[in-house]
């Protein structure tokens, strides 16, 4: 390959442009594997760095994405040869080292996972980054002793990317969830992929009390802020809380009084630089856990070109469930 396309992000004086550009492997960040890529994802992290209303770029110019999939093209890692599928979540690439958004891309050998053979490559990128941060997310509840006779869990943000994965496996485990929204008009889609209630957002999303009534023994969070320290609040006795984003803000405007008083675990789960037994656990455990035809249901698939608009789109809460797109 002499060329190829890759869209870029580069620094300007009003703040940022992303452009399509032809661009080689010297324009690449260093790495020992090259990946031609088939499929990719947007994630809320990458809207942030493809709207620029986060500072998750740290390198100008740079190739966004977080994710991908597709067979290596040509390797100097001991660990993969020419035509492996592989995986890619995370450990900084759309950040600081260029990603999934090009036809081809160059990354650490290390930070690669080969393909789960259940798993068709849409398929890995309808779960992506947002799907195996709901299984990490899920597996912290479990390793709390969250059980579904222990009572219902909450995940919040729900329609979106993580909150729809994690809905489902949950479903499929066998717990009771309440699935919090600022869009209840998804209540039809949400209650499909195994919702038993659905709240709006707003009943968690301002200055509550330090304790209140005891409702879930588990949460997923994804918003953080005032969101956060609601659903810490209402956690039963010896439950846990995995949170995951900051949707809401970066904030904890809560009391320690959930934690000493009821035994409430908050669990922060990290998907970026998770070690790699870690993330194959993971991913073991969404082909065992992640009914397909849910997946299939919370999945749309576009064309590589739409990630510009679909950007700013998962920033203002527009895109439902998950979006694979497909490289050219």
């Not at 779960?127 to 909450?154: F, R, S």
Request: hydrophobic share 40%; proline share 5%; net charge negative.
């Amino acid at each position: 390959m002499n060329r190829f396309k890759a869209l870029r992000v580069s620094k300007t004086d009003s703040g940022q442009s992303a452009d399509w550009v032809e661009i080689g492997l010297d324009d690449l960040s260093e790495g020992d594997v090259v990946i031609k890529v088939s499929h990719t994802t947007v994630n809320y992290k990458d809207g942030l760095a493809l709207t620029g209303k986060a500072p998750i770029i740290r390198k100008w110019p740079l190739v966004p994405g977080i994710d991908f999939t597709g067979t290596v093209e040509s390797s100097n890692h001991p660990e993969f040869q020419s035509g492996d599928p592989v995986i890619l979540n995370g450990w900084g690439v759309g950040e600081v080292h260029d990603g999934g958004y090009a036809q081809f891309a160059r990354v650490k050998g290390d930070w690669l996972i080969k393909r789960p053979a259940d798993f068709t490559p849409a398929e890995t990128m309808a779960i992506g980054t947002a799907g195996y941060t709901a299984m990490l997310c899920v597996l912290a509840l479990e390793a709390h002793g969250v059980t579904p006779d222990k009572g219902p869990v909450l995940v919040t943000g729900a329609a979106g990317g993580v909150g729809s994965v994690a809905v489902a496996v949950l479903a499929k485990l066998g717990h009771t969830i309440i699935a919090s929204t600022g869009r209840t008009s998804e209540e039809a889609f949400l209650k499909g992929l195994g919702a038993s209630e659905i709240i709006d957002r707003n009943e968690l999303s301002e200055k509550g009390r330090p304790l209140g009534k005891e409702r879930w023994a588990g949460v997923i969070d994804v918003a953080g802020s005032h969101t956060l320290a609601n659903a810490i609040s209402m956690t039963k006795y010896g439950g846990c809380v995995a949170a995951c984003g900051l949707a809401q803000g970066f904030d904890l405007p809560a009391t320690v009084m959930p934690f000493i008083l009821r035994g409430v675990t908050l669990a922060g789960i990290d998907s970026v630089m998770a070690p790699k037994p870690t993330r194959i656990a993971s991913w073991d455990r969404l082909a065992t856990d992640l009914d397909r035809a849910k997946l299939a249901e919370l999945t749309v698939t576009r064309p590589w070109a739409d990630v510009t608009e679909l950007g700013p789109a998962i920033i203002a809460g527009q895109v439902r469930g998950r979006v694979v797109l497909e490289m050219e």
